[in-house]
């Protein structure tokens, strides 16, 4: 689900900052951060030998000593690398590392379950000086210059000096736009004579992508609800059985919803204001009326009654036997991108040769309200992942990484990191340097004996974009999904929101998310299903939620900023 990491860092932090306790360091003087420039080699100098112990966003422990990437590397910039043989993606083996204080000279581990001021604070990653990232990386430096007004330079900042950072910042332009539409079987609404769009058109021509259509028209909450009935109630896969459903939730997260719940001016995280007071989407008026809706639909018969059994895995092999004719599908499997093989709702086109599907707008709710979650709160900036350096790496070790840094993740002639070299490892889909790079089948696509990606930052900047995702997503992209006045329209941002890391929201959560989605989530299932009365135990709902570390929670995001201001609107 979207912010995953941020729940993921929430729920693994209290363990490793107990055993931090007792052997951080502290941080540093803002005098820590300053350097001296003059005794550092100009950009491009590489005839001192460097030593290098390399990590990246995507290492897994799977990378082979003396790869493709990495001798490359070494000749190029002159260094000598040392390998990451430890999967950093596994959050034991992180705690570990960052217990120990035996971490790679770069790190970006995937679910950090710390924040860069902890990590400072710590004694275990060094600050970064803005005179050192300009100079050795231009590039980067260019890309903070030109996003969101500079916003990037305020992030991370040393806790004191304003002129360093704890942390590199990644720009996530695969998440641009917004990612999620709802989607109908199209052969069942045919089959019972409902009324289609007069605008729908296939979005593609073959390969399956002509039995999927999209309509710019969006239903109101009451046209699906009606949908939904027929779906439940009309046999439309004309079998003679009543077995088919409207819906089909599920348990383990709130995907299934997004859309459905934007109907009603809300998402499952942002924050945002009710009757002039900041408030959480699952404690307000907004969200008991979502609840109400939903436990009519069950009511009626309209929603899969064993969805309090379902994962979100097992809901997607569901879908594909012909058991529900509504789910929310992201772009990415629209367009059938290989990651997404077997997930609903494009699934039940390889089951089903008469399937079609139908992608519509998002739903409008009964206040006129519609959107989704903007998958990046404030900026595609992410302020979920970020590169760290040691802290005893060396200003020279420094200023030759970020020179690797800057041709690894922003140079287009840096594409052989990642992908190798097109034409001999790779092929362009389409326009050379404006299309997706696939990786032959004969070489290894992440790590391994290639390198590819081991060494790289999860970062997206300029075409990156386009050689990652897939042409038919791009497409998409291009036609609906990061259209500036679909986004405008749909993309939901919380109110507030701690983009500095000013407050001690990340601490809350700590100590008390799991037991606030614990509450959130029986209270779900039972409203859906009837086992209590929404309206009757709404307010004992609440006050035990507020109760059990809410309220604080809703305390430190008074503190935050809110969103329009840090982004100059």
């Not at 729920?11 to 003087?29: H, I, K, M, N």
């Not at 422990?61 to 950093?88: C, P, S, W």
């Not at 916003?151 to 999620?180: C, R, S």
């Amino acid at each position: 689900m979207f912010n995953k990491k941020r729940l993921i860092r929430a729920s693994l932090v209290l363990p490793t900052l107990a055993v931090l306790a007792a052997c951080g360091d502290g941080g540093g003087s803002a005098e820590e951060a300053e350097v001296d420039m003059t005794e550092l080699p100009e950009a491009g100098d590489f005839s001192e030998t460097i030593d290098l112990h390399l990590s990246g966003s995507l290492t897994q422990g799977n990378i082979e000593d003396g790869n493709y990437v990495q001798e490359r590397l070494e000749e190029e910039f002159n260094v000598n690398i040392e390998n990451t043989h430890v999967d950093t993606w596994d959050s034991n083996e992180q705690s570990i590392m960052i217990a120990s204080g035996d971490l790679p000279d770069t790190f970006a581990f995937t679910g950090n379950d710390m924040t860069p001021n902890e990590l400072y604070n710590n004694g275990l990653i060094r600050p970064i000086p803005r005179e050192m990232i300009e100079e050795y990386a231009p590039l980067y430096t260019e890309m903070l210059n030109e996003t969101d007004d500079g916003l990037g330079w305020d992030m991370f900042k040393h806790p004191e000096n304003d002129d360093a950072y704890l942390a590199l910042v990644g720009i996530q332009n695969h998440t641009q736009g917004i990612l999620w539409a709802p989607t109908l079987r199209l052969d069942w609404m045919e089959n019972l004579g409902l009324d289609i769009p007069d605008d729908i058109e296939p979005i593609g021509e073959d390969d399956g992508y002509e039995r999927i259509y999209r309509t710019e028209h969006s239903y109101t909450i009451e046209e699906l609800e009606e949908i939904l009935r027929a779906f439940s109630e009309g046999d439309p896969d004309g079998n003679g059985s009543n077995d088919t459903y409207g819906l089909m939730p599920f348990n383990d997260n709130l995907n299934w919803s997004l859309t459905l719940m934007g109907a009603f001016g809300i998402t499952p995280e942002y924050n945002f204001e009710e009757n002039g007071e900041l408030t959480h989407p699952m404690i307000s008026e907004r969200y008991k009326d979502y609840l109400l809706t939903l436990a009519s639909w069950y009511e009626d018969g309209l929603i899969d009654p064993e969805w309090t059994t379902l994962s979100e895995r097992t809901a997607w092999e569901k879908f594909q036997t012909g058991a529900a004719g509504y789910f929310i599908a992201q772009r990415a499997y629209l367009a059938q991108e290989t990651w997404t093989q077997g997930r609903a709702p494009h699934n039940v086109l390889h089951q089903d040769e008469d399937a079609k599907l139908l992608v519509t707008g998002s739903e409008i709710g009964p206040e006129g309200h519609k959107g989704q979650p903007a998958y990046t709160p404030v900026t595609l900036l992410s302020d979920d992942d970020q590169m760290f350096i040691s802290a005893d790496v060396t200003d020279e070790q420094l200023a030759r990484y970020l020179q690797m840094f800057d041709f690894m993740n922003h140079s287009d002639e840096g594409v052989w990191t990642v992908y190798g070299e097109p034409g001999e490892h790779s092929d362009w889909a389409g326009e050379e340097g404006e299309s997706t790079l696939i990786v032959r089948d004969e070489y290894t696509r992440e790590e391994g004996d290639t390198g590819f990606w081991a060494y790289n930052f999860r970062t997206y900047p300029g075409n990156r974009v386009l050689w990652l995702n897939t042409m038919e997503t791009n497409q998409l992209m291009e036609d609906y999904f990061a259209v500036d006045e679909v986004v405008e329209e749909n993309a939901i941002q919380p109110h507030r929101y701690d983009l500095f890391n000013e407050t001690d929201e990340a601490d809350v959560m700590a100590r008390y998310g799991a037991q606030l989605r614990t509450i959130e989530e029986e209270f779900r299932m039972n409203g859906i299903t009837g086992v209590i009365d929404i309206e009757n135990d709404w307010d004992d709902y609440v006050n035990t939620w507020l109760n059990n570390g809410g309220q604080e929670l809703l305390d430190e995001l008074e503190k935050a900023p809110l969103v329009e201001d840090i982004l100059g609107q």
